[in-house]
């Protein structure tokens, strides 16, 4: 399997930490007092098996899979916690973690997300007991209010012998406590494959730990919100919770399918486009809200010459971010001035890289011209309501015109916006009534091909993934969807995964049907 040893970092690895104290927020993670961290040689994991030579996510298919993945107690916030040094590796790349722990020891088990056989997870690595120790308090940027750990590190691994795919890490506390943290192992080149792309400034962008995300101050006030955050800090909740809600279950329908895959992230693509060459699909996945400049017009670029494009989500490309240096690795801060624009220090030097919403002034670019849909507003719960059911997206679902399929609009919405850029020909599948602040829309998935042949189609609602799972013991935020959405979104996302595997879809399906100005006459 490729198992080389963790290797603790000491004392002589520790930083002077900034000493601020913040309201509140972080007394309750109980980060206090220095102590030592050590971790001993590691072993393999029980039951596991040697990694496919090719590294290939297709060869981990059918392999047996570790049913116990799952987080069983999460216990209080200051249990365990931890971040990684970076947000993806390429196979065999060295990782460091930094973890606080109120137990005396914890172990680290990597599994990797996947079909096998239902059982959606395989045990890949696993650490010794790792002595724990409680972390210092983090540290508080005050100009961009930016909460920053910057621990020491605990432990260093490598993953040599790990297949490309997306990871959980899963620290378990002698306590019985558990916190997941999420690591994409990369792929570096994506010809013929499709690839999933994540969404960590996303994750980044809500997360909470500390008391700060960009969008609440630790007095939960939108003006206090951070202007800036720093993947240099854990991740709130269970530690993976937009990955699990939003991203999870598309990854496991993708590598049951057998389609060849190839992983990566949005923060890579902001860097390196290399891995979209001569994709088939890239697929972004349902919550993917912050894009830098460099994503959107790498993932534009690959449209163009022929990758199709598909957004299983809403919201998606809504936000222009920059990606800044953290403490020891560059790309490790998300900067979002949003409505605080005119204090960007870009604003007048560089408007393009101006971090407001993509549609907004000093350089508007709506999303619509690549996602064919312009995101609307929240909250909303609403009827997906099936509109074109001849399309071939929906091959196999048995729908007909006007079929709905409750609560799988929301909780955000896109639509076919007239007036918005959009490409042509655009064709909209599900037109959806829905109402969202006292105000009546309605929410659109679209189809449309480029004029490379790429096709391109988005669900316009944010619920999608998570209807992947409704119904299901993993479907506890499911919103009361049921089977039978379950079923539906199942088969139109196999159709479309399937479809945009071979290659760009209008030379093998039918070209998008233009529609928007008849649905949308008479102000519908």
């Known amino acids: 399997m490729g198992v080389d040893s963790a290797r603790p970092e000491g004392p002589e690895h520790e930083r002077r930490l900034g000493r601020r104290r913040f309201v509140g927020a972080c007394a309750g993670l109980g980060l206090a007092s220095v102590t030592a961290a050590g971790c001993d040689r590691t072993t ?119 297949p490309e795919g997306a990871y959980l890490l899963r620290l378990e506390a002698d306590s019985g406590h558990q916190r997941y943290l999420p690591l994409i192992v990369r792929s570096t080149r994506g010809t013929g494959r499709t690839v999933l792309v994540h969404a960590p400034a996303t994750w980044q962008a809500y997360n909470r730990w500390g008391g700060y995300s960009l969008y609440a101050g630790a007095s939960g006030a939108y003006a206090t919100r951070s202007l800036a955050v720093s993947f240099d800090r854990p991740y709130d909740a269970d530690g993976a919770e937009k990955f699990m809600v939003y991203e999870r279950a598309a990854v496991v329908l993708a590598e049951r399918l057998g389609i060849p895959l190839a992983y990566t992230t949005g923060t890579d693509v902001h860097r390196d486009p290399e891995v979209l060459r001569g994709a088939a699909t890239v697929v972004c996945l349902g919550h993917d809200e912050y894009w830098t400049s460099e994503q959107r017009r790498h993932v534009t670029a690959a449209r163009d010459a022929g990758t199709n494009v598909l957004f299983l989500g809403a919201n998606t490309c809504f936000r222009r971010v920059r990606l800044e240096q953290g403490e020891t690795r560059p790309d490790r801060t998300v900067v979002c001035y949003k409505s605080a624009v005119r204090a960007d220090p870009f604003y007048t030097t560089r408007p393009a890289l101006v971090t407001t919403d993509f549609r907004q002034a000093p350089a508007p670019d709506p999303e619509s011209s690549l996602t064919g849909v312009l995101y609307e507003g929240y909250p909303t719960d609403a009827p997906y309501v099936v509109h074109t059911a001849d399309h071939w997206l929906y091959e196999g679902t048995g729908v007909r015109p006007g079929d709905g399929f409750d609560h799988l609009v929301g909780v955000e919405y896109d639509r076919v916006t007239p007036g918005a850029p959009v490409p042509e020909p655009l064709e909209i599948t599900a037109h959806s009534p829905l109402t969202c602040g006292g105000r009546r829309s309605h929410s659109d998935s679209a189809y449309y091909t480029a004029g490379s042949g790429a096709g391109v189609f988005a669900t316009g609602t944010m619920r999608w993934v998570e209807a992947l799972m409704a119904g299901t013991p993993d479907g506890g935020r499911d919103h009361g969807m049921d089977a039978r959405t379950r079923a539906f979104v199942t088969r139109t996302t196999e159709n479309v995964l399937r479809a945009f595997a071979e290659g760009p879809a209008a030379r093998h399906r039918p070209a998008a049907r233009p529609n928007a100005s008849e649905v949308y006459k008479a102000g519908a």
């Open 44 to 162: 393999p994991p029980r039951g596991s098996h040697p990694a496919a030579a090719s590294g290939r996510p297709e060869a981990e298919r059918d392999r047996p899979g570790t049913p116990d993945w799952r987080i069983t107690s999460r216990g209080p916030a200051p249990a365990v916690a931890g971040y990684a040094d970076r947000v993806s590796v390429t196979p065999g790349e060295e990782c460091g973690l930094y973890v606080s722990t109120t137990a005396a020891s914890f172990r680290v088990s990597a599994f990797r997300v996947g079909w096998y056989g239902g059982a959606q997870a395989r045990l890949v690595w696993s650490s010794e007991r790792v002595r724990g120790r409680v972390q210092p308090e983090p540290r508080f940027l005050a100009e961009t209010r930016t909460v920053r750990a910057d621990w020491p590190r605990t432990l260093t691994f490598d993953t040599a012998g790990w």
